[in-house]
């Protein structure tokens, strides 16, 4: 079976840095994206970062520009988000997702998530 699982996550002050990692393990087909989301307490998963384009460019959402970098290493299966500069309303549990599309069906694939405190 296809899995994703995250690490990285912890405790870091205002300012500080983490960076999470997503290990991918068995075989699935049509990956049309992948990236990292987050869910904040009482709030709805929102888009991070994500490679489109085969990889080939990464997007971002507004408000981690210039501070968050994602990255992928193919050869390990895995996908980084270095993330700099942590502000405290940024504390949420952060989850790796693989979109895949197959002639007309689309599925999401997500990890379980790691948690990510920023705090002083």
């Known amino acids: 079976q296809f899995q994703l699982v995250e690490s990285g996550g912890g405790l870091v002050q205002p300012g500080g840095s983490l960076r999470l990692s997503c290990a991918a393990s068995g075989i699935i087909f049509g990956v049309y994206a992948m990236g990292w989301f987050r869910q904040a307490p009482g709030k709805q998963r929102e888009l991070v970062a994500t490679?489109?384009?085969?990889?080939?460019?990464?997007a971002y959402v507004d408000s981690v520009l210039d501070r968050f970098t994602i990255s992928m290493d193919n050869a390990k299966d895995t996908v980084g988000l270095q993330m700099n500069n942590l502000k405290t309303d940024e504390t949420a549990v952060y989850y790796c997702n693989v979109h895949t599309r197959r002639g007309p069906k689309e599925y999401d694939y997500w990890g379980q998530g790691t948690q990510v405190t920023v705090s002083s």
């Open positions: 490679f489109t384009n085969d990889g080939s460019t990464a």
